[in-house]
């Protein structure tokens, strides 16, 4: 990303990647460290997973931690970043006024946008019992995507709308009766989510939809389709939903094991980041020369 759109506001940064022509990648990240991670690594936004952050807290992706849990969490990832974060906002955590509430405090702690989907609250994970999945009745979903934008203060503030009417069986003609209905009540991008192993059903709704709004997908369980169809049918963005919490569970879960079995860290010291890198990504060097400036001096000094 250029140092021009890098000095924009996050909101500009994130409707831009979401407008462009090219495809855009967000990834995910659950913490202020994995945020970290994640500009380190070059992406140009976040996806604020509401799965990853629910599974670093111990908790199921039901709403189980409350909505200012998760607004705490979201404030900590966009302050340990300068490119922006879209919060997956699951369901709006009640009805329009909670959606109201949401992108006040959004916009308040730096959140570039937040993405709500139709299903019910409490909701739960898009892959748990799939077309058991419950869908939000029309109108009243098209009504939180209408207050969300409505109190909006920063108009380069974003609301993507999810449909789960794939994920919850309901077939491509009422995902796209949807997606037009939202598109209708404002919002500024589509996501629409699948669950199957190939990304057929969403190059159909590509298809169909055309370029009315930006589209965003998911493609963890079609993850074998090669980017390039993405680009190629169109779509706005890619998001990378949940690798750098599953990476992190997997590395932890072997370093627990190793060291609880052993006793000793002979084994893991070369498998683990060296403590030289935990400091630098906290930028220790700042905090000292900050010290020097502005700590009074000691041994008589002013
Ligand atoms: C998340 O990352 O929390 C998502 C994507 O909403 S999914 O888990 O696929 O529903
Ligand atoms: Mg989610």
């Given at each position: 990303m250029s140092v021009t759109s890098r000095a924009l506001p996050k909101t500009s940064q994130l409707r831009r990647l979401l407008q462009r022509p090219e495809l855009s990648f967000l990834m995910e990240a659950h913490n202020g460290l994995s945020a970290k991670l994640v500009e380190e690594a070059g992406f140009e936004g976040i996806w604020a997973s509401g799965l990853s952050i629910s599974a670093s807290l111990?908790?199921?992706?039901?709403?189980?931690?409350s909505w200012t849990q998760v607004l705490e969490i979201a404030e900590f990832i966009s302050d340990a970043t300068t490119i922006p974060v879209l919060l997956d906002g699951d369901t709006g955590y009640g009805n329009f006024n909670s959606v109201r509430r949401l992108v006040r405090k959004l916009e308040q702690r730096g959140v570039a946008g937040v993405c709500i989907e139709d299903k019910l609250f409490p909701k739960m994970n898009s892959f748990v019992r799939g077309s058991g999945q419950q869908l939000a009745e029309i109108g009243e979903f098209a009504g939180k995507i209408e207050a969300a934008k409505a109190v909006q203060r920063d108009s380069d503030f974003v609301v993507v709308a999810r449909t789960e009417a794939l994920i919850a069986g309901h077939g491509l003609a009422e995902a796209l009766r949807r997606a037009e209905a939202y598109r209708q009540a404002g919002a500024d991008a589509i996501l629409i989510h699948s669950a199957q192993a190939d990304a057929s059903e969403v190059l159909a709704f590509k298809a169909e939809w055309g370029e009315r709004l930006p589209v965003v997908i998911v493609p963890t369980k079609y993850y074998r389709t090669p980017t390039q169809v993405f680009a190629e049918h169109g779509f706005s963005t890619v998001i990378w939903a949940n690798h750098l919490m599953r990476s992190a569970l997997q590395a932890m879960r072997i370093t627990a094991t190793r060291i609880f079995t052993e006793q000793h860290l002979r084994n893991v010291e070369d498998s683990v980041a060296p403590m030289a890198e935990v400091f630098e990504l906290q930028d220790e060097d700042e905090l000292a020369e900050a010290e020097r400036r502005w700590l009074p001096r000691r041994n008589g000094g002013h």
């Open positions: 111990g908790l199921r992706d039901s709403n189980e931690a």
